[in-house]
């Protein structure tokens, strides 16, 4: 592994990967820890504004430009800054377990997701990882969604057995005769 694409890309591009970085890394002590504190709180902060800064940042980069100079990264991007706002209005108002879904959802759907595209073939860290064999990069991102997609079915599986039955189709009910 090189750090050289990163040292020589532009500082657009540095920006966006340093920050990338950072919320990669605080991510989980910010999502995982066991008491909600004053340090979870400092961390969120720092996480959260990270976060916009990727988002913000990736508008600046147009090597990935599909239409014109557009890119469909920059509807993650959208959807990163409308998440982040959803998730400070449910922390605000008190709904603290969607403010935890949006946050891990970001996480792992919008920031590792996102991170696994940059193992295309020519993209930088594709290049810093492999420079030799680029096609390396498909292998880490089959892995990457593999992983993505067994931890959703876990996840799904465990809020249908903590969730009663009796709330799951409501609609299945029969209705009372009058």
């Given amino acids: 592994m090189t750090l050289a694409p990163y040292l020589t890309a532009a500082p657009n591009i540095q920006l966006h990967f340093a920050l990338a970085m950072i919320s990669l890394i605080l991510g989980p002590v910010a ?3 066991r008491k909600k504190n004053r340090t979870h709180k400092i ?3 720092i996480w959260v504004i990270c976060m916009a800064g990727v988002a913000l940042s990736s508008f600046t ?7 014109g100079p557009l890119s469909p990264i920059y509807g993650l991007a959208i959807f990163t800054l409308w998440s982040l706002y959803t998730a400070i209005r449910h922390v605000i108002a008190g709904r603290i377990a969607l403010h935890r879904l949006v946050m891990r959802n970001l996480y792992w759907y919008g920031l590792i997701l996102a991170g696994l595209a940059n193992f295309l073939p020519g993209r930088a860290t594709n290049h810093a990882f492999f420079p030799e064999n680029p096609a390396h990069g498909f292998v880490v ?5 593999t992983a993505l997609v067994i931890n959703t079915i876990r996840q799904k599986r465990r809020l249908i057995k903590s969730v009663p039955k009796s709330r799951i189709f409501p609609l299945e009910k029969p209705a009372t005769m009058v």
């Fill in 61 to 67: 980069i147009h090597s990935f430009a599909v239409i």
């Fill in 43 to 45: 961390i969120g902060y």
């Fill in 141 to 145: 991102i089959g892995l990457g969604v």
């Fill in 31 to 33: 999502l995982y820890m």
